[in-house]
C-alpha cells in the first residue's frame, strides 16, 4: 500500500451528484461519480459538493443538492475490476419494470457499443 494511500487514514469514496442541463434541449439530469480520499465519508461529500457546485457554475447547469457517498471497500488505491459505486433500492416492480421506470426509458443520453 502506497502511503499516499494510508496518510492520515485516508479512505477512497465516490460521491454520486445529481445535475439538471436547463440549458440544453428537454433539460436533461446528470448522475456523476467523482472519486475522494478523504478521512470520513462526511469530508468526502463536502468535497465532491464543493466541487458540483464549480462543475455546474462553469458548464452552466445547476447541482441539484443530492450527494450519495459509498465507501469503497479496497484497502488501497482503487484498481482494475474494484467496486466504486452500490446502491440498493426496496422496489415491488419486476426485474423489467424496474429497469425500464430507473435505467432505460430510453430518453437516455448514452452511446452504443460496436461489440456484441
Not at 17 to 33: I, T
Not at 61 to 72: M, N
Not at 91 to 104: C, N
Not at 107 to 114: I, W
Request: charged share 30%; aromatic share 12%; hydrophobic share 35%.
Amino acid at each position: 500500500m502506497a502511503a499516499a494511500d494510508v496518510a492520515d487514514e485516508k479512505s477512497w469514496y465516490a460521491v454520486r451528484c445529481v445535475f439538471r442541463w436547463d440549458a440544453w434541449e428537454g433539460a436533461p439530469y446528470e448522475e456523476r461519480l467523482t472519486l475522494w480520499q478523504a478521512v470520513s465519508m462526511d469530508q468526502a461529500i463536502a468535497r465532491a459538493e464543493g466541487e458540483a457546485r464549480t462543475y455546474a457554475r462553469e458548464n452552466g447547469h445547476r447541482y441539484l443538492e443530492l450527494a450519495q457517498c459509498y465507501h469503497l471497500a479496497t484497502g488501497g488505491r482503487p484498481d482494475d475490476g474494484d467496486e466504486v459505486f452500490s446502491l440498493l433500492r426496496d422496489s415491488s416492480l419486476d426485474e423489467e419494470a424496474y429497469l425500464d421506470r430507473h435505467f432505460d426509458t430510453g430518453r437516455e443520453h448514452q452511446g452504443v457499443t460496436t461489440e456484441g
